[in-house]
């Protein structure tokens, strides 16, 4: 079966959600957040680049990295049809932006963070549909900074899709395991590589209460060439522990993707894991700490060859304010990134670059959400 971007008709799609949806409005959900902060890399006093990163971007400057809003409904027994409508902008929509083969339309997509309508099937255990801009089910973090850990987020989350464009279903074998099945564009959402439709999928299952692993794949042609010899394979593995104060989940990525060129013709291999934990420790208190590691040693996803080991420590004090919330956060990160292109900007606009780089954010996400 062949989709054509172009023929994906999903706005259509979501006005006809509004029509059954806007009748019910006891589900809704709306929300804003604000996402500020400044960074000071400890290598340099000029304003310089996060280099290889594709959120948090800028150092040594104070940033506007997200605003972002949504209207939600969600589907359920009682009203079938769901919507999902939000809009986002700042500097860490830049890295979303492909440096080329960009979808039409991208210039207006990119501040779009969810355009879709659902629909729970009353089959089995009921089947939810979902067609539009949806958001990614594969990795642990969030392209929104306040429902992560840590404020600046992974290699492997940046290297992973935070967003999809397409439709599939989802359906609850059980009360411990739920299964989805996706026909989306491209990896990265606001790409378009060619007319074939990408695959991915998702198993969770809930071992016990405490216990939940999370299988996600993705498969489809991201070159010209749609040969499936040349098909980009991805696999996104979760395990968490959820306790009463503490969270603990461990992530591991691999992929694999043969690059088709005139110049070579050669199987790229990339892998990265990181194990993300929370403790909150008292009233406002919390921390977080992530070590984690990251291999593109063909430059596939990152554009570098290069090896990263990253380790990152937050804490984070978040004051409640009936329906709103701000939450302060400061975070210590060192990255150390080594190969035959690895490395870190040392000043602006320069070549030179340095092995290892310590970094200290301060941020501020002021967050507003309440049901109607």
């Given amino acids: ?49 996060y280099r290889s990163k594709a959120t948090t ?18 589907a ?34 990119r501040y779009l963070s969810r355009a879709n309508v659902s629909y729970l099937a009353p089959i089995g255990n009921g089947l939810t549909l979902t067609a539009g801009l949806m958001n990614s089910f594969i990795g642990f973090e969030s392209m929104f900074a306040k429902d992560n850990f840590n404020y600046t987020r992974s290699w492997i989350a940046d290297y992973s899709p935070y967003y999809l464009l397409g439709f599939g279903g989802q359906y609850p074998l059980n009360q411990d395991v739920t299964v989805g099945l996706y026909l989306v564009s491209d990896y990265d959402y606001l790409a378009y590589r060619s007319d074939q439709p990408k695959y991915a999928s998702q198993v969770a299952w809930t071992i016990s209460p405490a216990w939940k692993f999370t299988q996600n794949l993705f498969a489809g042609p991201e070159q010209r060439n749609t040969d499936t010899a040349n098909w980009r394979y991805f696999s996104d593995s979760i395990l968490q522990w959820t306790g009463q104060d503490v969270t603990v989940a461990l992530a591991y990525d691999v992929g694999t993707e043969r690059l088709a060129q005139s110049s070579t013709d050669r199987q790229m291999l990339w892998m990265g894991s990181a ?95 309440k049901s109607l």
């Fill in 76 to 109: 359920s027994e009682s009203s079938r049809w769901g919507l999902e409508i939000g809009a986002q902008a700042g500097y860490d929509t830049d890295g979303q932006v492909p440096g080329s083969d960009r979808l039409p339309g991208y210039s207006i997509l």
């Fill in 57 to 74: 971007m800028r150092l040594n400057e104070f940033t506007p990295n997200m605003g972002m809003f949504y209207l939600r409904k969600l």
């Fill in 275 to 369: 194990l993300f934990s929370r403790w909150h420790i008292d009233g406002p208190w919390s921390v977080a700490l992530r070590p984690e590691i990251y291999w593109d040693g063909d430059g596939r996803l990152t554009g570098n060859r290069q090896l990263i080991k990253s380790i990152t420590a937050t804490l984070e004090y978040k004051i409640p304010l009936d329906s709103a919330s701000v939450a302060l956060r400061s975070e210590y990160r060192y990255d150390d990134s080594t190969g035959s292109q690895g490395g870190f900007f040392k000043f602006n606009n320069s070549q030179e670059l340095i092995t290892g780089q310590h970094a200290v954010f301060l941020s501020c996400l002021i967050s507003f959400d």
């Fill in 1 to 49: 079966m062949v989709i054509k971007h172009r023929k994906l008709n999903w706005v259509a799609l979501l006005l006809i959600g509004c029509h059954h949806a806007w009748a019910d409005t006891s589900e809704w959900q709306v929300g804003v957040t604000i996402d500020l902060s400044y960074a000071n890399a400890f290598q340099s006093d000029d304003e310089i680049a």
